[in-house]
């Protein structure tokens, strides 16, 4: 069961550590606030991706806020991902 954070929006940015669950179904992991952009960074969580395409080096902008469909706590899958790309 996922757990869901509250976040008041695409007009803040989603709280770092979390997951960014957007429209499509992605899975993202926060990272800290590089931009004032509308947008915000992370790690794409798809364990079949290659590694270069999971980990996002742009830090200006890279996810449309305007796309989370909401922000969950990390499953044990998720952090088996993250784990595998650091």
């Known amino acids: 069961m996922n757990c869901r954070i509250d976040w008041p929006g695409p007009l803040f940015y989603p709280p770092q ?6 429209h499509s179904g ?3 992991e ?3 606030n590089e931009s004032d952009a509308d947008c915000f960074t992370g ?3 798809d364990a ?8 996002v080096f742009d ?3 890279m996810w449309g806020r305007e796309h989370i469909d909401h922000i969950e706590e990390p499953t ?3 952090i088996a991902v993250m784990e595998f790309a650091a």
Not at 17 to 22: E, L, N, Q, S, T
Request: hydrophobic residues 50%; contains cysteine.
């Open 17 to 22: 550590g979390k997951i960014a669950v957007m």
């Open 26 to 28: 992605a899975r993202i």
């Open 30 to 32: 926060v990272w800290p």
């Open 43 to 45: 790690l794409l969580l």
């Open 48 to 55: 079949g991706a290659s590694y270069g395409k999971r980990v």
């Open 59 to 61: 830090l200006s902008c």
């Open 76 to 78: 044990q899958t998720d």
